[in-house]
């Protein structure tokens, strides 16, 4: 039986500020942070508030279902979960506690390239349907070393994050000197003065030990070791060779332009990741929500749209499935989840979201994903 970690009324502000008391301040600042002056941070929420949704009248909406499928998995509800590197800065449990929880929830996830945990582990004990993210390395040897080490773990489905040829500038993480594994540094042990649960955690096996936030190394042809770039180039050609490498379906996560999508389709991927990287790369870019419409509308159909970036609400999500996203991805608010409860703590935040989603579709007056069209939005007259 799951331990009740959320309490009636609660959002998913209430586990950022849960969380936010749990963990020293350099830890919850290298998850809740953002690049640069935090200007799209701020609208990948603020931007849901410009559009309005629009209840349909007298509709039976006595039972509903939120199921569909990603890429052919049958899923619970269109809620994803984000991949997220150094999830033991949150709990010892890290990835290990969000895929159970994804399990839980009947959804696929994300699984970073960064992982405290093998990715083995990871599949073995999420059992069912992920996502690998891959930062592509420069070499191809070292990009077909770890393609095979991925698709013997069982992932069907790669996500090629495409955003990342360098990371954002991230005052927080630049301010508190974050180094990954987080050591038990004089300023962090001042930061643990109140944070006691968070000290006992790490002692326990949390953010200090194990290979937090590090990539598989693989062996590649040749005999050198190497891993996943945290500096990943991704160009049109290495898009191609992975098409050719892989079978399964692949994602390309952190596309903002629509004009781009013809030429991305052509190099025959699955599926589209609308991201600005949850706000933590390019600052000033628009939220994912403003683009989402006219990258829908590029794609026509060709291949699934996925969005992410600061998706809090029930409305939050319904705003984009309206909108034509297949399915829509949230990354911290599991991390959050896991640094108030670990497993139950993600598992109650993809259950409070489900909630949330399954009451705004009661109260739009649909019943599933298929009584879902542009009517039910509009943009807010301006003030
Ligand atoms: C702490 C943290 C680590 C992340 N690590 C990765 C990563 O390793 N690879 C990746 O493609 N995206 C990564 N992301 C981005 C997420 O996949 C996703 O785009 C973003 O979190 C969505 O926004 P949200 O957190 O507001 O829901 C990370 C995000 C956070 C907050």
């Given at each position: 039986?799951?331990?009740?970690?959320?309490r009636p009324?609660?959002?998913i502000?209430?586990?950022?500020?849960r969380?936010?008391?749990?963990?020293?301040?350099?830890?919850?600042?290298?998850?809740d942070?953002?690049?640069?002056?935090?200007?799209t941070?701020?609208?990948?929420?603020?931007a849901f508030?410009?559009l309005?949704?629009?209840?349909?009248?007298l509709r039976?909406?006595?039972?509903?279902?939120?199921?569909?499928?990603?890429?052919?998995?049958?899923?619970?509800?269109?809620?994803?979960v984000?991949?997220v590197?150094?999830?033991?800065?949150?709990?010892?449990?890290?990835e290990l506690?969000?895929?159970?929880?994804g399990?839980r929830?009947g959804?696929v996830?994300?699984v970073?390239?960064f992982?405290?945990y093998p990715?083995?582990?990871?599949a073995?004990?999420?059992?069912?349907?992920?996502w690998?993210q891959?930062y592509?390395p420069?070499?191809?040897?070292?990009?077909k070393a770890?393609?095979?080490r991925?698709?013997?773990?069982?992932?069907?489905v790669?996500?090629?994050?495409?955003?990342?040829?360098?990371?954002g500038?991230r005052?927080?993480?630049l301010r508190?000197r974050?180094?990954?594994?987080?050591?038990l540094?004089?300023?962090?042990?001042?930061?643990?003065?109140t944070?006691?649960?968070w000290?006992?955690d790490?002692a326990?096996g949390?953010?200090g030990?194990?290979?937090?936030?590090?990539?598989p190394?693989v062996?590649?042809?040749?005999?050198t070791r190497t891993t996943?770039?945290?500096?990943s180039?991704?160009?049109a050609?290495?898009?191609a060779e992975?098409?050719?490498?892989w079978?399964?379906?692949?994602?390309?996560?952190?596309?903002?332009?629509a004009?781009?999508c013809?030429?991305?389709?052509?190099?025959g991927?699955?599926g589209?990741?609308?991201?600005?990287h949850?706000?933590?790369?390019?600052?000033?870019v628009?939220?994912?929500i403003?683009?989402?419409?006219?990258i829908?509308?590029?794609?026509?159909?060709?291949?699934e749209v996925?969005?992410?970036?600061?998706?809090?609400?029930?409305?939050?999500?319904?705003?984009?499935l309206?909108?034509?996203?297949?399915?829509?991805?949230?990354?911290r608010?599991?991390?959050?989840?896991?640094?108030?409860?670990?497993?139950d703590?993600?598992?109650?935040?993809?259950?409070?979201?489900?909630?949330?989603?399954?009451s705004t579709?009661?109260?739009l007056?649909?019943?599933?994903l298929?009584?879902?069209d542009?009517s039910?939005?509009?943009?807010a007259?301006?003030?």
């Open positions: 039986m799951s331990r009740a970690v959320l009324g609660d959002s502000d209430d586990l950022r500020e969380a936010r008391r749990r963990l020293p301040r350099t830890a919850f600042g290298a998850i942070g953002g690049g640069g002056d935090e200007i941070l701020r609208r990948n929420r603020t508030d410009d309005l949704l629009r209840p349909r009248a039976d909406v006595s039972t509903r279902d939120l199921s569909t499928t990603v890429l052919g998995d049958p899923v619970s509800m269109p809620l994803l984000a991949p590197g150094y999830a033991r800065m949150a709990h010892r449990d890290a506690a969000i895929v159970r929880a399990a929830a959804t996830c994300g970073s390239s992982t405290s990715l083995e582990e990871i073995a004990a999420a059992g069912g349907p992920l690998y891959l592509p420069a070499t191809s040897d070292a990009r770890i393609l095979e991925v698709r013997a773990a069982g992932f069907r790669l996500c090629v994050t495409i955003d990342a040829p360098t990371p500038i005052r927080r993480e508190s974050l180094q990954l594994p987080l050591r540094t004089p300023r962090l042990l001042r930061e643990c003065a944070r006691p649960g000290l006992f790490y326990r949390g953010a030990r194990g290979r937090q936030g590090l990539p190394v062996r590649t042809p040749g005999g996943p770039a945290a500096n180039v991704v160009t050609d290495v898009v992975l098409r050719e490498l079978d399964g379906p692949i994602v390309l996560k952190g596309v903002m332009r004009e781009e013809a030429e991305l389709v052509s190099l991927i699955d589209i990741g609308v991201s600005n949850g706000a933590r790369q390019l600052d000033s628009p939220a994912t403003e683009v989402l419409p006219e829908v509308d590029s794609v026509a159909g060709r291949v996925f969005v992410d970036g600061g998706f809090r609400r029930g409305t939050d999500i319904a705003k984009a309206i909108l034509g996203a297949r399915a829509v991805l949230v990354g608010p599991l991390l959050y989840g896991i640094a108030a409860g670990g497993e703590g993600a598992a109650g935040a993809l259950e409070m979201l489900r909630r949330e989603i399954d579709f009661a109260l007056g649909a019943t599933s298929a009584d879902l542009s039910l939005v509009r943009r007259p301006t003030r």
